[in-house]
């Protein structure tokens, strides 16, 4: 991976969006809920005041409207602080 996070920032990729169909329609991509899980793909050092707990290949959640949408060799990540990561899972 060619990107790093800086401080306390954490690289992750979102799990993909379930496909729910309700009596066989199908639900087109714009009215799909983003996914709130996904895995850290890259982790920062920290900060002198907070530790990094997160490590590379940890499966997270994290709030709904949480981090940055980035766009890397045609794959999408968030990046965001570590603190706003809610659990590991």
Same mark, same amino acid.
């Given at each position: 991976?060619?990107?790093?996070p800086?401080?306390?920032?954490?690289?992750i990729? +979102?799990?993909? @969006?379930? =496909? !729910?169909? /309700?009596? *066989?329609?199908? &639900? +087109?991509?714009? @009215?799909? =809920? !983003?996914? /709130?899980? *996904?895995?850290? &793909?890259?982790?920062?050092?920290?900060? !002198?005041?907070e530790?990094?707990?997160?490590?590379?290949?940890?499966?997270?959640?994290?709030?709904?409207?949480?981090?940055?949408?980035?766009?890397?060799?045609?794959?999408?990540?968030?990046?965001?602080?570590?603190?706003?990561?809610l659990?590991?899972?």
């Amino acid at each position: 991976m060619n990107i790093k996070p800086l401080a306390d920032r954490v690289l992750i990729k +979102p799990a993909a @969006a379930e =496909e !729910k169909t /309700l009596g *066989g329609i199908i &639900i +087109p991509d714009s @009215a799909k =809920e !983003k996914p /709130l899980k *996904g895995e850290v &793909i890259a982790v920062g050092h920290g900060t !002198k005041d907070e530790e990094m707990v997160l490590k590379v290949g940890d499966q997270v959640l994290y709030g709904k409207y949480a981090g940055t949408e980035i766009e890397f060799e045609g794959e999408k990540y968030l990046i965001m602080r570590q603190s706003d990561v809610l659990a590991i899972i």
